[in-house]
Structures are given as structure tokens and as C-alpha cells.
């Protein structure tokens, strides 16, 4: 068992705004929106017409041929970003090829891998079973991106994927900090999705809160008086979280502290009904993290981007932290590439512990006209003296989840 901090020491990361963590900052902080009409082949008919695609993103430069083959689009987002992370990390094969069950893989997944499904279902029905790949059984199946991490790199140690709805990608962290607590060195850990196959859009159309908008500037809007819903995107980011100990013994950079994480189930498919339940996430991550609510300098909100969700997380932001509530930064970058559902709290996680390094508020893209008791930084980002900062998410089905970070040093261990 070890009794030190768990950090993150590598950020991976593939986004609608960029690929790798100084890309999808610089497109984070600059504000910029890349949101925009649907592309994907097969979805031309259906009513969603806006969403944040991963563009000029090629897999097959980053994955070997034999992992492409067997796996899903969001999977290739998972290898892709994992490489990304655990470069960053400076975290290679020989530095654990001694010991492979000191490594373990975390991910958190919602939709699985629709794209390989679909594609695998439509041969079954044309032209019958014996032309359904073998990998079919595997590739959609929600823990695809942790084996294939796991065996792509040869990790031994604890693994397994979170499937709590979209506050997965921040209960995972979670996961993660256990694990290394109870003796594993370092945990690859993160969320990706890839929703925007003709397949897995249907299934969305049932989602209360879907923005069907053809406006991209207009489709996702949260805690505007015009907010219409949100829009989906796919991407995400992985993660290496370390024992700061460890990560000190083999001088690696700090990038962010994880210091508290809580969760709590409503039970409720209204996400107005959600406040009370992420209040008491909120005040459950803050106790495990010492942290006063007066402490937190900056809030990354879910922001599903309906009014009644809205009015809820506005209202369990203040009843968390008070009065502070109403004056803290709150921030949701996400308005800018959509709402990658597990993945959402994932790249919120990454850009703010990017946010809490370079000391600045990311601004909230499209949103404007802000309508609730919040301050919610629009139009540019705001530069500010970050320590700790707060990331909030809840799932369609009830789930709420908060996790605390906090700045890490400024200069390697």
C-alpha cells in the first residue's frame, strides 16, 4: 500500500480541436469553436445535423495495421491518445518491462464501438453469418479500448472500464487512484467515443436534450436563455496517473494533482431532478481533497445545455460552495466541440489541468447572453491564479460525479 498523492505525469489527447495536449489547448483557450454539419457518410438523412468531428485524424499513421483491424474508431482514439499520454509521461517500455503487473489500464466508455457493429450487422443481413468478421465480437464491446491498450503495450496490472454513463470519464480517475493506492505504480486511465455512426446517431435521437439545430453557432448553447440541448462529439483523451513518489524517483513532471473524486446516484432521467445528487458529489470530492469551497478557482461544468439541467448545475454549484459559488469561474469549453459523452469529463479533465499550468480560464465558445446566477467566462479567456479546480459531470441515467484537481509544481520532480 502507498500513502503519497496520485498525479497525472502525461495528457494524450484527440479532439474535434486538435490532436495532442498543445493543439487542443491552444484551440481550447483561444475560444475557437469547431463545431459543424455532419459528414459521415450514411447520416445525410438523419436530423442531426451538427456535431464536433475528429478531422484530420489518421489512425493508421499512429496504429498498427493488425489493432486497426479489430477494433472500432473510438478504439483508434484510445491507442492514439494512450501513445500521445504515456510520450508525455516520458513513460516507455523499458521503464517497466521488469515489472508488467505494476501497470494497469482504466477506460470509460458509453457507446461502444457502433461504427465496427454497424458496418459487421449490415454484412449479416446482405449476404449472411459467414461474412460477420470475428472481431465483431469484441471491437463494439465497451471494454475494447482498455484490452487492446493493454495488450498493444503489454500491461499487466489492474484493468478495467467504468460503465456509469457519461460520469464515467471522471469516476475512472477514480479507478485509477484506487488501484495505484493499493500498490500499482502508474495507470493509464482516460475516456474515448466515437458516436457519429449513422447507427449509434439513432439510437441519440432518442436522448431528451439532443440539439437537432442545423446552426452551428446556435445548436449548443448551455446557460443561455436559447439553450436548445447539446450536440455529440467523438475524441476524448488518456491519461498516465502515477504515485508521486514513483514519478519522483524517475523525475517526471507533474502535471496536475488528483485530490479528490465523489459520486452519487440519483436514479433519475431528469436532469433537472440531478442538483441535489451533484452537490453532494461536489461537497464529497472537496472533504477527500481537504479543499474549503472557497479554495476551488475555477469550475469545468458538464453543461448538458437544457434549461432545466442548466438552472440544476447552476444551482448545485452554489449550494456546494455558497456564496463563492456565485462569483468562481465556471467554465465549459465543451460548448465548442460538443459533448463527447464519456469523453466529455475526460477532455474537461485535460484542459484543466492545462488551464491550472498556464494560470488561464478557458472561455465558453457560442455562449453569450448567460442566464443563470453563474460567472461564466465568455468571449475570451480570463487569466487568473489557478490552484485547484473543480470538474463537474452527470449521466443521462442518474449517475453525478466531481473530481478535485490541483496544481501540480512548476518543474520536474
Not at 477494433?71 to 483508434?76: E, G, I, P, S, V
Not at 452551428?216 to 513518489?245: L, Q, S
Not at 475570451?380 to 441515467?397: K, Q
Request: with cysteine; net charge negative; charged share 20%.
Amino acid at each position: 500500500m502507498t500513502s503519497s498523492r496520485t498525479v497525472i505525469t502525461g495528457i494524450g489527447v484527440v479532439a474535434p480541436n486538435g490532436i495532442g495536449a498543445d493543439a487542443f489547448w491552444k484551440a481550447t483557450q483561444s475560444g475557437v469553436s469547431v463545431l459543424d454539419r455532419v459528414t459521415r457518410a450514411g447520416c445525410e438523412h438523419l436530423p442531426l445535423r451538427v456535431a464536433g468531428e475528429v478531422r484530420g485524424f489518421d489512425p493508421g499513421s499512429m496504429v498498427e495495421d493488425r489493432f486497426l483491424v479489430q477494433t472500432d474508431r473510438f478504439t483508434h482514439h484510445a491507442l492514439a491518445a494512450a501513445d500521445l499520454a504515456l510520450e508525455d509521461a516520458r513513460l516507455g517500455r523499458a521503464d517497466y518491462e521488469g515489472d508488467p503487473y505494476s501497470i494497469g489500464v482504466v477506460t470509460a466508455a458509453g457507446s461502444g464501438g457502433g461504427e465496427f457493429g454497424q458496418r459487421e450487422l449490415q454484412h449479416l443481413w446482405e449476404q449472411g453469418p459467414r461474412y460477420v468478421g470475428p472481431y465483431q465480437s469484441i471491437a463494439w464491446f465497451y471494454a475494447a479500448s482498455t484490452g487492446q491498450i493493454s495488450i498493444r503495450r503489454g500491461l499487466k496490472g489492474p484493468c478495467g472500464v467504468v460503465a456509469s454513463d457519461e460520469a464515467g470519464g471522471l469516476d475512472a480517475f477514480a479507478h485509477a487512484g484506487r488501484a495505484i493506492r493499493q500498490g500499482s505504480r502508474a495507470m493509464l486511465v482516460g475516456a474515448t467515443e466515437a458516436p457519429l455512426a449513422p447507427y449509434s446517431i439513432v439510437c441519440q435521437l432518442g436522448y431528451e436534450g439532443l440539439s437537432t439545430r442545423d446552426d452551428p453557432e446556435r445548436a449548443y448553447r448551455p446557460f443561455t436563455a436559447k439553450a436548445c440541448g447539446y450536440v455529440p462529439a467523438e475524441g476524448g483523451a488518456m491519461f498516465v496517473v502515477e504515485d508521486e513518489e514513483a514519478a519522483r524517483r524517475r523525475g517526471a513532471t507533474v502535471r496536475a494533482v488528483l485530490a479528490g473524486h465523489a459520486a452519487t446516484f440519483t436514479g433519475t432521467l431528469r436532469p433537472e431532478e440531478s442538483g441535489e445528487g451533484l452537490a453532494h458529489a461536489i461537497r464529497g470530492a472537496l472533504r477527500e481533497a481537504g479543499c474549503a469551497p472557497e479554495e476551488v478557482d475555477v469550475v469545468f461544468a458538464d453543461a448538458l445545455g437544457t434549461p432545466e439541467a442548466d438552472a440544476a448545475e447552476a444551482a448545485a454549484i452554489t449550494a456546494a460552495l455558497g456564496a463563492h459559488g456565485r462569483k468562481v469561474p465556471v467554465t465549459a469549453p465543451k460548448s465548442g466541440t460538443g459533448r463527447a459523452y464519456c469523453a466529455a469529463p475526460a477532455l474537461d479533465t485535460a484542459a484543466a489541468a492545462l488551464a491550472l499550468e498556464h494560470g488561464i480560464v478557458p472561455p465558453t465558445p457560442n455562449v453569450y447572453d448567460v442566464c443563470h446566477d453563474l460567472d461564466v467566462v465568455t468571449g475570451s479567456a480570463r487569466p487568473a491564479e489557478l490552484r485547484t479546480a473543480l470538474v463537474l459531470s452527470r449521466g443521462r441515467m442518474g449517475s453525478n460525479s466531481a473530481l478535485v484537481l490541483r496544481k501540480g509544481p512548476s518543474a520536474p520532480l
